[in-house]
T-cell receptor, first 110, second 111 residues
Framework: QQPVQSPQAVILREGEDAVINCSSS?????VHWYRQKHGEAPVFLMI?????EQKGHEKISASFNEKKQQSSLYLTASQLSYSGTYFC???????????FGTGTRLTIIP | DGGITQSPKYLFRKEGQNVTLSCEQN?????MYWYRQDPGQGLRLIYY???????QKGDIAEGYSVSREKKESFPLTVTSAQKNPTAFYLC??????????FGDGTRLSIL
């Protein structure tokens, strides 16, 4: 079953913060986050593993709550380049295929 | 540079015709995947392969076929049985359990 992402879309002004959530009905081993610009291929952002630490680089970080079977992506002081559609991909086991969420469309305006 | 190459970038299919989308990777990844993306939608898995000469159906395999004769190559055939093939097709590869690297995609349309 497909993970549920929220919100479906969000519009922010440059410099504002955003949180994107990903919830699964199944127990999770890993959560992957990707960003896709319009008409382009998705680009990997980060992976969170069961029992692992919160990940982050620059102003983008993520958390993974195993008990709640959900992950959140945090974008701080958003930049115009952050615009795109964000997808989470989840896997119940280490070597299993990913199931992707329906995406969250983020638009950053000047 | 290592990467994934999909071709062609645009493809048109006539009614009743089979078409094959190419996907080649030189990242030495074991696993390869095919996804379909419809406008405003997420990625839906068509087929995946974790090892040469073996592949599994994904969530929407009907009307599609694949082969994995070489580690580097994972072509996807869209058959005439697929009644609504118009979509953006993405190929990806990875080491098992690791982040997936995507190709630039093939946009398939019906004539």
């Amino acid at each position: 079953q497909q993970p549920v992402q929220s919100p479906q879309a969000v519009i922010l002004r440059e410099g504002e913060d955003a949180v994107i959530n990903c919830s699964s009905s199944k127990a999770l081993y890993s959560v992957h986050w990707y960003r896709q610009k319009h008409g382009e291929a998705p680009v990997f952002l980060m992976i969170l593993l069961k029992g692992g630490e919160q990940k982050g680089h620059e102003k983008i970080s993520a958390s993974f709550n195993e008990k709640k079977q959900q992950s959140s992506l945090y974008l701080t002081a958003s930049q115009l380049s952050y615009s795109g559609t964000y997808f989470c991909g989840t896997a119940p086991f280490g070597n299993e295929k990913l199931t992707f969420g329906t995406g969250t469309r983020l638009t950053i305006i000047p | 540079d290592g990467g994934i190459t999909q071709s062609p970038k645009y493809l048109f299919r006539k009614e009743g015709q089979n078409v094959t989308l190419s996907c080649e990777q030189n990242l030495n990844h074991d696993a390869m995947y095919w996804y379909r993306q419809d406008p405003g939608q997420g990625l839906r898995l068509i087929y995946y392969s974790q090892i040469v000469n073996d592949f599994q159906k994904g969530d929407i395999a009907e009307g599609y076929s694949v082969s994995r004769e070489k580690k580097e190559s994972f072509p996807l055939t869209v058959t005439s049985a697929q009644k609504n093939p118009t979509a953006f097709y993405l190929c990806a590869s990875s080491h098992l359990g690791q982040p997936q690297h995507f190709g630039d995609g093939t946009r398939l349309s019906i004539l």
